[in-house]
Each structure stands twice: as structure tokens, then as C-alpha cells.
């Protein structure tokens, strides 16, 4: 590494922590106050240093934090049109638990994971260098307490610490046994039935165990309708694992009969076709289908079913994604730069920084259309332009 000043630094290894930057020269211009840092600085109402404008997500600077999850901006969302109408109702921080979302890497970070916020806290770790899984726990110097957990290579464990949490439930009594293997005496997972009503299933839309018990009581029969009613799930979407086996549960215990495939193609959940393939030792998606899924289906697999089968083979395997048999898998940004919809169309969004457009950049987004219209398989394709105060996308969609 050379500096700035010339100096040199011999090192193997370069890790860059890329995080976010909020875009406050808006505010800047208009003599807001901005952090030292960057972001425009707001009260627990939202307010900035001006009482006639407010700020919310992540160019929003609270108590010295700048949120950049969707959670906290739905959050930040409902305090500021509490302040429009005359609420009551503040922002007061909010939990900063995730997943890493990307095929074949499962990263998981619940509260406080490095332990520095609690003095005394205790830490338990364990690592499997074979396996390549790390996983710690950060309890209450009484064991009593999850004040935090990281996982790494495996997020198995997640739903179940997360629940411990964010809802202060009593830890068992050995804390370790939470994130060891199942062979090494783990303790259960907190099921579905353990969590008590007031248990946050999804946080980016608040919502709890109980919204969802009375949801099925009104009416809903299945996962499609609690989502529609409740919005769970809807949001960064790190809650449909927990948000399924909790309606799966509820469902059960009121009698009705719940079909547990992964969709149409495989009549099997998502952990029996992991063990199919690792028993089996399947490696296509292809081979998979034709020896266990749906014969009378005549479909080659669906936005459910193919994005866990690519998952499950890349943990398995880990094989290069661009060879010829896992291409068809991979319907996304991944190869194409291009997000497979539904409908069997895709869209490709092309970043405009700043949102500063100009005529030549959008006869250059025409062209792309026009020419997307023209190739094979692509009979139409149409670009729109959807605009917000501190950026503009473009999305050009055609068939696939």
C-alpha cells in the first residue's frame, strides 16, 4: 500500500468495509445542520435544525447514527407523519439485527455482537474450520440475557437467537449449547409454539406473533393471505423463514392441513431436498428435478424452487456459477445484470448518480430499449423513469 505521503505498508491481505454515504448536499445548500460525518442531523421527531423540514432513512443522522436498513426508515417514516399531524409518536433508535443476503454466503448479526456496549458481558464462540461456520454469543454476565450474536457460514440458528433477543427470553441454562452443532448436545430451537404473542416476527412492518394469530382467525388460510393482510415479510423480506413456520404452526394447531412443499415442482421443504442433494450427491438443478421433482408439471422450475436449489448446491458445492449447467439458475444480477421477474420478463436498472440526467443519457436509455425491443424472444420492452427527492432509476424491462 502506498500512502499519500509516499510511505509504504507490505501486506498480504487488503479488507475494505464499504458501507453507506448519505447524499445531504441538498441539505448542505439549504444551511441544515450535517454531522461531522455527513448526514442531516434530526430529533426523535425527525425533525432537522429547521422545524419545516424533516428527514427520515438513511441521509437522516440520529443521535449520532445513520440507519442503514429499511426497518429503521419505516420506523423513521411513522415518527415523521406523527410530527405532520400532531402525534405523539418518536423515534427511539432501532434494532440493527441482519442477514447477508447473497447466494452461498449466510452472515448473521443480532444486537450487540462485538460485546462493547455491555461491560461484563460474557462470550461464548464456536468455530468448525472444516466447515468453515463461526459462530458467538455475547449473554449478560448473569447468562441470563442475549445481548448480541455474529454467525458466519451458517444462519441456522438465527430465527431462534434473534427470538431470544428481541424479546428477552430467559437463556438456557448451559448459553453455549444455542450455537453448538446438534451432535454436541445443542439445545432445541425455540419453535414456533414457544414465542409468546407479543414476539416481533417482522420488524420492518411491526408485526407480531398475535397480529398473525388474529389474521388466521379472520380468516387467512394460508401464507399468501397473512402477508397481504399483515405486510410481514414484505419489507427486506430476512423474516419469511420465521413468518412460514409460525403460520405453518398456528394453521396446524387450529386443524387445518398444511402442505409443507417448496412449491409446486418438488413436493418436498427446503431441508429435505438439501439432504436429497447432499445424500445423493446431485449437482444440477436439471438432475434434480428429473429424479425428484413433480413429473406432471412439464416445467423446467420457478422463482421459489430455483433460487433455493441454486443456494443449496452453491453450500454443497460451491461450483462456478457461470458454468453451463447452473446458468439457468442464476436469473439475476449475478450474470446478466438483470433481476428475472414473475412473469418470466426481466428489468435491468441502471444507476444514475445523483439523479442528474440529462437528454444524451436519456437518448442512450432509449437506444438500449429500442434495441432490446428488436432482439429475439424480446417483442417488447418499455423504460420508465420513477424520480425521488435524492436520486432517479431507470427501469428498462422486455421478455426474456
Known amino acids: 500500500m502506498v500512502f499519500q505521503d509516499d510511505k509504504v505498508l ?31 442531523v434530526v430529533d426523535n421527531q425527525c425533525l432537522t435544525s429547521d422545524p419545516a423540514i424533516l428527514a427520515i432513512g438513511e441521509v437522516a443522522l440520529w443521535n449520532q447514527s445513520i440507519f442503514g436498513l429499511v426497518a429503521p426508515g419505516y420506523q423513521m417514516a411513522k415518527a415523521a407523519l406523527s410530527t405532520l399531524i400532531g402525534g405523539d409518536t ?5 434494532d440493527m439485527s441482519t442477514k447477508l443476503k447473497l447466494m452461498g454466503v449466510d452472515v448473521g448479526s443480532i ?60 437463556l438456557p441454562d448451559e448459553p453455549a449449547s444455542l450455537i453448538l452443532p446438534q451432535s454436541s448436545g445443542a439445545a432445541p430451537t425455540l419453535g414456533p409454539g414457544a414465542l409468546p404473542e407479543t414476539a416481533t416476527i417482522c420488524s420492518c412492518h411491526n408485526v407480531s406473533k398475535g397480529d398473525i394469530c388474529a389474521t388466521i382467525d379472520a380468516g387467512a388460510v394460508d401464507l399468501g393471505g397473512v402477508k397481504a393482510a399483515t405486510k410481514a415479510s414484505t419489507g427486506c423480506g430476512g423474516c419469511t423463514a420465521l413468518l412460514k413456520s409460525v403460520v405453518d404452526h398456528e394453521l396446524e394447531a387450529r386443524g387445518v392441513e398444511v402442505d409443507k412443499s417448496i412449491c409446486e415442482h418438488f413436493a418436498h421443504t427446503r431441508q429435505e431436498l438439501y439432504d436429497i442433494v447432499r445424500v445423493e450427491g446431485i449437482k444440477t438443478f436439471s438432475d434434480l428435478i428429473a429424479k425428484h421433482g413433480n413429473q406432471d408439471t412439464h416445467c423446467l422450475g420457478c422463482d421459489i424452487c430455483k433460487p433455493a436449489v441454486a443456494s443449496i448446491l452453491a453450500s454443497c458445492f460451491n461450483e462456478p456459477i457461470t458454468d453451463a449447467a447452473h446458468i439457468p439458475l442464476q436469473d439475476t444480477n449475478d450474470t446478466f445484470m ?19 440526467i440529462t437528454p444524451d443519457k436519456l437518448i442512450v436509455l432509449g437506444e438500449v430499449a429500442k434495441n432490446t425491443a428488436s432482439t429475439p424472444r424480446s417483442p417488447a420492452a418499455s423504460v420508465s423513469i420513477c424520480s425521488a427527492p435524492a436520486w432517479k432509476t431507470c427501469r428498462i424491462s422486455g421478455a426474456s
Open 10 to 40: 507490505e501486506t498480504d491481505l487488503i479488507v475494505f468495509s464499504a458501507g453507506i454515504r448519505p447524499r445531504d448536499q441538498l441539505a448542505r445548500d439549504c444551511g441544515l445542520e450535517i454531522g461531522e460525518r455527513g448526514g442531516v
Open 111 to 170: 444486537g450487540d455482537a462485538h460485546g462493547n456496549q455491555n461491560p461484563g458481558a460474557r462470550m461464548f464462540r464456536y468455530l468448525d474450520p472444516i466447515k468453515q461456520e463461526y459462530r458467538k454469543l455475547v449473554v449478560s454476565s448473569d447468562g441470563k440475557k442475549l445481548l448480541g450474536a455474529m454467525l458466519v457460514g451458517d444462519n441456522g440458528v438465527y430465527d431462534t437467537l434473534l427470538q431470544y433477543y428481541s424479546n428477552r427470553i430467559e
Open 338 to 356: 438483470a433481476n428475472m421477474q414473475k412473469n418470466g420478463t426481466y428489468s435491468v436498472v441502471p444507476r444514475v448518480a445523483g439523479g442528474e
Open 90 to 94: 418518536q423515534f427511539s433508535g432501532a
